[in-house]
């Protein structure tokens, strides 16, 4: 197996950081790797807010900690409850991943609409971000539950451009050396079919 493979099979989330910043040269290796993802039309319709005021990233944390607890996210009321969730697991940088949602396909995809192609595209491009992060030794976690903060009027405050719909987040930081890391789970079998 190459290096590229070893990569991918042996990125897991890290939910477990070092408190120290990750080096400006390594951070801006990872997103310039995030930009290299494919994307529909080349339209590139990527915006990075790269996060490391660890203030903001607490308070962030704690709003959307209030949103999970409340009775209509059932799901996540567990989690919000809990003093030992954090939603970003510490890391000392967040990025968080917008779409430019006038970045259009003329090709409607089935089952959605037009606006889809940014979040398949940023999509692809978290998954550059967490491979490049993992082949620098360099910890990340794509995040979900940051879309709790993304509902509130605060989110303007961070400066996302105008037509742009932040999707994600990926926390990035140091593993702690603590952590100690399974091997990835077993793959789901059945996935593939072949037609020769
Ligand atoms: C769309 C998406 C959202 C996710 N959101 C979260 C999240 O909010 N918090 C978290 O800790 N992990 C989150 N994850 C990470 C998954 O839990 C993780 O990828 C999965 O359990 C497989 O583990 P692995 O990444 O170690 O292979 C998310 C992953 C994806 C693709």
């Keep these: 197996m190459n290096q590229i493979f ?5 990125r897991r ?8 910043q990750i080096k400006e040269e390594e951070l801006n290796a990872i997103i310039e790797a995030g930009t290299y993802a494919p994307s529909g039309h080349n339209c590139q319709p990527w915006h990075f807010t790269i996060i490391q005021n660890k203030l903001l990233i607490e308070s962030m944390n704690e709003k959307i900690k209030q949103q999970m607890i409340l009775p209509l996210h059932k799901w996540a009321n567990k989690m919000g409850a809990s003093d030992q969730y954090n939603v970003f697991h510490h890391a000392p940088t967040v990025v968080i991943v917008s779409g430019d949602k ?6 409607p995809l089935a089952g959605t609409d037009f606006h889809y192609t940014p979040l398949v595209d940023c999509a692809a491009s978290i998954e550059n971000i967490l491979l490049a992060a993992e082949s620098l030794g360099i910890g990340s976690c794509w995040l979900g539950l940051v879309n709790f903060f993304f509902e509130l009027p605060e989110v303007r405050e ?3 451009p105008d037509s742009y719909q932040p999707y994600f987040a990926v926390a990035l930081g140091y593993k702690d050396a603590g952590t100690a890391l399974q091997p990835a789970p077993k793959r789901r079998i059945g996935t593939v079919s072949y037609i020769r």
């Excluded at 070893?6 to 042996?10: C, D, G």
């Excluded at 989330?13 to 120290?20: C, D, G, N, Q, T």
């Excluded at 006038?102 to 090709?107: E, R």
Aim: charged letters at 20%.
């Design 102 to 107: 006038t970045a259009t396909s003329p090709l």
């Design 6 to 10: 070893n990569v991918i099979k042996s």
């Design 158 to 160: 961070l400066g996302i």
């Design 13 to 20: 989330s890290i939910r477990k950081y070092l408190p120290e």
